[in-house]
């Protein structure tokens, strides 16, 4: 089991440090549902300012919902709606400060105030997206972007590695 202390780093600093321990908690893996399973607990455990974390994956055109921590979420998205749905459509990283902003929204969570969705492509095909908020206004920036899609692009080549041809 992986101990993570990251106590004391800065943001970025804590990212740098869940690039080898991403490579190596799925070096053993044979499947990918435990991939993204595990790679949830990872992020929501190192964050504690991420209220909700977890992936929606497409399958006939829609984003269902995969592995995720946090409260109880929207079961299905249509690619081009809400945050998440626009992400998988425009296939490119969304930052969004004020949720309550973002025309067409989906609040699954009343409580979040900011949102940041990272696709997973595999060459220019979305796979799904990688969908973190949180109870904080503003609370994503470049670091997180540049980060988030490090680690998605680790999780990507595993689970493709492992076959994945979607759920």
Known sequence: MLKIELNGKSKEETYQSLLPICEHLFECETHWLPVF???VALIKETFNSFSW???YLVKDNKLI??????KVACSEI???KGVCGTSALKKETIIVDDVNMFEGHIACDENSKSEIVVPLLNDRNILGV??????????FDTIDKIYLEKLC???????LKLNYKGI
């Open 153 to 159: 692009y680790i999780l990507t080549n595993k689970i």
């Open 65 to 70: 919902l995969g592995p995720y921590q946090g």
């Open 53 to 55: 974390v977890g992936f």
């Open 78 to 80: 249509e690619i081009g």
């Open 130 to 139: 990688l969908d973190v908020d949180s109870y904080n206004y503003s609370n």
């Open 37 to 39: 399973c595990n790679f």
